[in-house]
Structures are given as C-alpha cells and as structure tokens.
C-alpha cells in the first residue's frame, strides 16, 4: 500500500529555518501530486503548499507565500517543504498528503504528521 512518512519537524525559534521531508512507497512518485497541510490546536485544517506530479505548477496559502518553498524530487521519492521566517502562529502538526488526480484537494493519501512549534 501506499505510505508516506515525514520527518524533519521540531522546535525553532521565531525567525528560524525548518525543512520537512516525505517519502513516499508504495505507488510510481511521479503519479502523485503531493502537498502539504497543518492543523493547529482548535483550528481547521489548512492547505499550506501542493506541488503538481512534474513540479511546474505550485500553490501557497497566502499565509505562507513568500516563506515557504515546496518542491519534489521524483527520482527520490520525496517531497520537500522549506519554512523560512518561521513564525508562533506556523506551530501546529504538519502533514504530507498525496492525490491521483487533483494537485489543489489532495485526499488519496497521508501521512502521519509531524509537529513543528516555533517559540517566540
């Protein structure tokens, strides 16, 4: 079956840099288009960043634009999400996602999640 398995959380400073990863097994990479999600304590969850499956169309909540960077590399099975100028209200549990068909509402497939705090 499908998996994805992120890594790369923590706690940072405001201001600080973080990358997450997550690797994918399971299924053709290059088939997928995969994102990025996050929930925080009491709030819904929210679309951060997604990646087409050939990494030339991107999308970025305006709450990351500027901040963020997502990016796949298919011969490595993995898609990555580069937070700089974290901020506190960036803290919540980060979560990879992977869609067959639709590269703005993934749902085919998730990860586990991983928590990202920034303190002020």
């Known amino acids: 079956q499908v998996q994805l398995v992120e890594s790369g959380g923590g706690l940072v400073q405001a201001g600080g840099s973080l990358r997450l990863s997550c690797a994918v097994s399971?299924?053709?990479?290059?088939?997928?288009?995969m994102g990025w999600f996050r929930q925080a304590p009491g709030k819904e969850r929210e679309l951060v960043a997604s990646?087409?499956?050939?990494?030339?169309?991107?999308y970025y909540s305006d709450s990351v634009k500027g901040r963020f960077t997502i990016s796949r590399h298919n011969a490595e099975n993995t898609v990555y999400l580069q937070m700089n100028s974290l901020k506190p209200e960036d803290t919540a549990v980060y979560y990879c996602?992977?869609?067959?068909?639709?590269?703005?509402?993934?749902?085919?497939?998730w990860g586990q999640g991983t928590q990202v705090t920034v303190s002020s």
């Open positions: 996602a992977a869609d067959r068909l639709n590269w703005r509402n993934l749902d085919d497939y």
């Open positions: 399971g299924r053709t990479f290059s088939t997928l288009a």
């Open positions: 990646i087409n499956w050939t990494g030339d169309g991107t």
